[in-house]
């Protein structure tokens, strides 16, 4: 049973910053992509960041390129979304994914696994 439980979300003013966490559990991920996706109130889900979690490519949404940056903690099986420069836009529920496929897919239907959920709200 793969677990994946997500922390780190808050409220934030525009331009502050928050990490988010990802704890994963239940087999080996190093041959997973790990990625963040996030939905909008009235909104698709949409991708956000992912890299393998072995390797070092990364693919970000034009939207966070620059301002978020992906990093893990294998010894904590632990993954993190760096978010800089936050805008309200980026208001939004954010979810942890892992996908079996070891390429950093942006697509959400290649994800098998996702967490709950954190909400990060950022105040104008």
């Known amino acids: 049973q793969v677990h994946l439980v997500e922390s780190g979300g808050g409220l934030v003013q525009a331009g502050g910053s928050l990490r988010l966490s990802c704890a994963a559990s239940?087999?080996?991920?190093?041959?997973?992509?790990m990625g963040w996706f996030r939905q909008a109130p009235g909104k698709e889900r949409e991708f956000v960041a992912a890299?393998?979690?072995?390797?070092?490519?990364?693919n970000y949404a034009d939207s966070v390129r620059v301002r978020f940056t992906i990093a893990r903690d294998n010894a904590k099986n632990t993954y993190y979304l760096q978010m800089n420069s936050l805008k309200p836009e980026d208001t939004a529920v954010y979810y942890c994914a892992a996908s079996r496929r070891f390429l950093a897919t942006s697509i959400r239907a290649e994800y098998d696994y996702w967490g709950q959920g954190t909400q990060v709200t950022v105040s104008s």
């Open positions: 239940g087999r080996t991920f190093s041959s997973y992509t």
């Open positions: 890299s393998p979690w072995r390797g070092s490519s990364t």
